[in-house]
C-alpha cells in the first residue's frame, strides 16, 4: 500500500468543502474576456426550441436561459447577438430566462427573482400592452417582448464561470447531463469514426434513453450534417443482431430505438442489413428528417462525420483551488504515474490517516475538558 497522509486529507477536505471554480468557458460558449467575472454563453443559431425546452438544454449544460442584470452585460450579449445576425439574417428573437408571473402583473426571472431592470428597453406598447396568451419573452431588435411559450425559438444559455467543467472544453467536449462528446468533423467510414473515438479513449455516441436522443438530435441539427453513431447490425448464428459498440457490444434496446419513417421498425432495419450481406449494417443519425426519429441504416464504407462520447471524472487540482476534469483512463494513468514518484509516497504497512485522526480526536478531547 502506498500513501501520501498531506495528499490524501486534502483530498477528503476538498471534497467536502472546497469551491470549485473554473476560469473556462465550456466547447463553443463565449465571454466578455475583458471582465473577469463575466458570465459563459451560448448563443444559439441553428437549434430552435419552445421556452420549456430551451431551459432544459441551458440546464443540461450546466447554465439557464439569460439572465440580465447589468447594463454592460445587456449591450455586450447584444452586441453578439448582432454579430451573429450578420451571418444569419432571419434569425431576429432569442429566448432569455424572462415569463410573466403567475397572474401576468409583472415579470420574473427564471431563478425566481423579480425584473426591475430599468435600463432592459421593451418593444412597443409592451409591457403595458401585449397578447396576454404570449407569456414568455425573447429579445428582439435590441428589445423585450412575448412570445408565445410553445413556438419555436433560438435561444441564449448562460453559466457562471465558477462552475467546473465536466468536459475538456480547449479540446471541443461538450459537457451534455454528465456525459463529455466531440463531434469529428472530418468525414470517414464508421470503422475510421470508431477508431479516431478511440484513440481519445472515447467510443462512438450510444443512445440509451430519451435525454441522449434529445442530445443526439441538438448534435446534428447544431451541425446540419449526418452523423455516425454506435450501433451496427453484426452477424449471429441466426442471421443479425443490433449491439452498441461503445457498450460492450450491448444489445440495442427497441424501445429506444428512434429509426426513421421509412425504416419504422427494428426488423426493417435489420433486413437492410441481411439483403445487403452486411455492407449496410451501420446506423447513421440523418439531419434532413427534421425530427428524433432519424437513424437510418447505411454502407459502413462511406465517410460522414461522426459524434464520440465518453464520461468525464473530476479530480482535486493539484494546485489553486481549482479543479481538473480528466476522462476515467487518463485518470487512471495519471494516479499510476503520480503514484510511481518514490520521493512523495512511500509503502507504509499501517493506515496513517487513522493514525492521525486519533492524534486529532485526542488533542479536541484534552482541550474540551479543559
Known amino acids: 500500500m502506498k500513501t501520501n ?133 425573447v429579445t428582439y431588435n435590441n428589445t423585450l417582448r412575448h412570445e408565445n411559450c410553445d413556438s419555436n425559438q433560438y435561444f441564449i444559455c448562460e453559466r457562471a464561470r465558477s462552475i467546473g467543467l465536466l468536459c475538456d472544453a480547449r479540446a471541443l467536449w461538450e459537457g451534455i447531463n454528465g456525459k463529455c462528446y466531440n463531434v469529428i468533423t472530418s468525414a470517414l467510414s464508421w470503422d475510421a469514426a470508431r477508431a479516431a473515438c478511440e484513440y481519445w479513449g472515447a467510443d462512438l455516441m450510444v443512445i440509451e434513453d430519451d435525454a441522449t436522443e434529445q442530445t443526439l438530435y441538438d448534435l446534428i441539427e447544431s451541425r446540419q450534417s449526418d452523423m455516425w453513431i454506435g450501433l451496427r447490425a453484426k452477424p449471429t448464428v441466426i442471421g443479425y443482431a443490433f449491439k452498441w459498440e461503445g457498450l460492450g457490444n450491448k444489445d440495442l434496446d427497441v424501445v429506444h430505438a428512434s429509426w426513421t419513417m421509412d425504416i419504422h421498425t427494428t426488423q426493417n432495419a435489420l433486413g437492410i442489413a441481411v439483403s445487403s450481406n452486411g455492407t449496410s449494417s451501420c446506423v447513421i443519425a440523418n439531419h434532413t428528417s427534421g425530427e428524433r426519429n432519424n437513424w437510418q441504416m447505411e454502407d459502413c464504407g462511406i465517410r460522414a462525420f461522426s459524434i464520440c462520447q465518453k464520461p468525464s471524472v473530476i479530480r482535486p487540482a493539484d494546485k489553486g483551488s481549482g479543479i481538473v476534469i480528466m476522462d476515467r483512463e487518463d485518470y487512471v494513468k495519471k494516479l499510476k504515474c503520480e503514484m510511481s514518484d518514490s520521493e512523495t509516497y512511500v509503502a507504509v504497512t499501517d493506515d496513517k490517516t487513522r493514525i492521525v485522526e486519533n492524534k486529532v480526536k485526542k488533542v479536541a478531547d484534552t482541550q474540551y475538558k479543559k
Open 5 to 137: 497522509l498531506v495528499a490524501s486529507l486534502s483530498y477528503v477536505i476538498f471534497l467536502l468543502a472546497a469551491k470549485v471554480t473554473s476560469q473556462d468557458c465550456p466547447a463553443f460558449w463565449v465571454s466578455d474576456n475583458g471582465n473577469q467575472t463575466s458570465s459563459c454563453y451560448l448563443i444559439t443559431n441553428k437549434i430552435q426550441k419552445t421556452f420549456a425546452d430551451a431551459r432544459k438544454f441551458c440546464i443540461g449544460m450546466g447554465g439557464d436561459l439569460l439572465i440580465i442584470n447589468s447594463w454592460q452585460e445587456r449591450d455586450w450579449v447584444d452586441g453578439k447577438v448582432l454579430t451573429y445576425k450578420k451571418s444569419y439574417p432571419t434569425n431576429t428573437e432569442w429566448w432569455i430566462g424572462l415569463v410573466d408571473s403567475g397572474m401576468q402583473t409583472a415579470q420574473a426571472w427564471v431563478d425566481g427573482s423579480g425584473f426591475t431592470q430599468t435600463f432592459l428597453p421593451w418593444y412597443g406598447q409592451e409591457p403595458a400592452q401585449y397578447n396576454r396568451s404570449k407569456k414568455c419573452v
